[in-house]
């Protein structure tokens, strides 16, 4: 059983639509990250969500904490193609050192 | 900055061939972790290390041994490769003190095992 569930696991749009994918548990975790991945290339940290309920904005790119610290969303306003990647949902475990919890991530292409 | 290195980038091998990749740090970063990432599984662990010669298991270590000897340097083994472990690996450093910082990850090594 997946302890994190992305959703979808793949979206293909248009340069300039929004977008919204999740990272869902049933769960609870001390905090959530997410990442990108470009081809190639490793996965880079884009934020971290402690708190529940917590919102984090990064230029386009809106992150949220469910208030019951269970699920995660990241939603993008007027997507571009730089925006094609992999996006990973990572939770840290509240009971004990542990390493991550991956989901396995939603592909999104942007399409010009 | 914190900085990976992983060598090699890519590897063609042939089945029951022992393999091994390394993961070179440029930081004292305690923790450092080995994933393999596959189509359709996500990024799952494999092994990972808690400082020199302290290391633990992930949920897909068989087949894998890892070993620590210095806190620069983390490598992976594959005693005897197989089909089944062609795959990208990826090294990660936890920019943390435990095991629930953020990672930092290197660029893969990209193994084919024939």
């Not at chain 1, 699920?71 to 193609?81: M, R, V, Y």
């Not at chain 2, 740090?25 to 808690?50: A, C, F, K, V």
Request: charged letters at 20%.
């Amino acid at each position: 059983t997946q302890l994190l569930e992305q959703s979808p696991q793949f979206l293909s749009i248009q340069e300039g639509e929004n977008l919204t994918v999740y990272c869902n548990s049933s769960s609870v975790f001390s905090s959530l990250q997410w990442y990108r991945q470009e081809p190639g290339e490793g996965p880079v940290l884009l934020v971290t969500v402690v708190t529940g309920g917590e919102v984090k904005k990064l230029k386009r790119l809106t992150f949220q904490f469910g208030d019951a610290r269970k699920d995660s969303s990241l939603h993008i306003t007027a997507a571009q193609p730089g925006d094609t990647g992999l996006y990973l949902c990572a939770g840290v475990r509240p009971s004990g050192n542990t390493p991550l919890v991956f989901g396995k991530g939603t592909r999104l292409s942007v399409i010009a | 900055d914190a900085g990976i290195t992983q060598s090699p980038r890519h590897k063609v091998t042939e089945t029951g061939t022992p393999v091994t990749l390394r993961c070179h740090q440029t930081e004292n970063h305690r923790y450092m972790y080995w994933y393999r990432q596959d189509p359709g599984h996500g990024l799952r662990l494999i092994h990972y290390s808690y400082g020199v010669k302290d290391t633990d298991k992930g949920e897909v270590s068989d087949g894998y041994s890892v070993s620590r000897s210095k806190t620069e340097d983390f490598l992976l083994t594959l005693e005897s490769a197989t089909s089944s472990q062609t795959s990208v690996y990826f090294c990660a450093i936890n920019l943390g003190q435990g095991n629930t910082g953020e990672l930092f990850f290197g660029e893969g090594s990209r193994l084919t095992v024939l």
